[in-house]
């Protein structure tokens, strides 16, 4: 099994910037895949970006050029920095890994509050 912490949601106005950390325990050498999930009050998880073993990034239409993912040598960390934060970038935001065999794990998620 994979644990996942997430840390560094909060309290921002608009324009602002915030970084959110997610630290992996367990069999992180099983993972291949990480990404960071949110969900808006009354709407859908949605994916907002992931990154790969390769590197390989991908990310959601809406945040592109705001948001950038990345992890730490190790891989076991991954950091989701947002700047020009706006209000509709407000959710509770999710970690989760993809390990070889098909299992995913999700952390426990981080609220992000933007005001206007």
């Known amino acids: 099994q994979v644990q996942l912490v997430e840390s560094g949601g909060g309290l921002v106005q608009a324009g602002g910037s915030l970084r959110l950390s997610c630290a992996a325990s367990?069999?992180?050498?099983?993972?291949?895949?990480m990404a960071w999930y949110r969900q808006a009050p009354g709407k859908e998880r949605e994916l907002v970006a992931s990154?790969?073993?390769?590197?390989?990034?991908n990310y959601a239409d809406s945040v592109k050029g705001r948001f950038t993912i990345s992890t730490d040598n190790a891989k076991d960390t991954v950091a989701l920095q947002m700047n020009s934060l706006k209000p509709e970038d407000t959710a509770v935001y999710y970690c989760?890994?993809?390990?070889?065999?098909?299992?995913?794990?999700w952390g426990q998620g981080t609220q992000v509050t933007v005001s206007s």
């Open positions: 989760q890994a993809a390990v070889f065999g098909g299992a995913e794990y």
């Open positions: 367990g069999r992180v050498f099983q993972m291949y895949f």
């Open positions: 990154i790969s073993n390769g590197g390989y990034t």
